[in-house]
């Protein structure tokens, strides 16, 4: 996350390259994001594993800051806790606007509960 960008674009674009050639014919598809490049079966996301958690959990309180966390927040039902990091528009019930600002949310969590 800290590299230069001229250099990191320059290996996003040899990365993207050297793993379309390798998922070429397969069940896989790439996804970038906000500084991260996904490789996933076709028709996975964190919403369909969100979903496929939620027969284990009471409470589900689900943060993200990138574009990949957006099919989570649609997934999940109302009751859940959903928060988007930053201000770009989203499904998450929720805005903080930075890493910092979710950290308290989280701490405040844990010391006084749910």
């Known amino acids: 996350r800290n590299s230069d960008p001229e250099m990191a674009s320059m290996r996003v674009k040899e990365l993207m390259d050297e793993l379309s050639a390798l998922i070429a014919n397969t069940d896989y598809t790439i996804l970038v994001g906000n500084k991260i490049i996904e490789v996933r ?15 284990e ?16 927040f649609k997934a999940l039902p109302t009751k859940a806790i959903t928060v988007k990091v930053g201000v770009a528009p989203s499904f ?21 509960g749910v």
């Not at 996975?44 to 979903?51: D, F, H, P, S, V």
């Open 41 to 55: 079966p076709a028709g996975i996301n964190k919403g369909t594993t969100a979903l496929y958690l939620l027969d």
């Open 92 to 112: 998450a019930s929720y805005y903080v606007s930075s890493q910092s600002e979710a950290l308290n949310v989280l701490k405040t969590l844990l010391e006084d």
């Open 57 to 72: 959990c009471d409470f589900v309180f689900a943060i993200g800051d990138d574009i990949t966390d957006e099919e989570m």
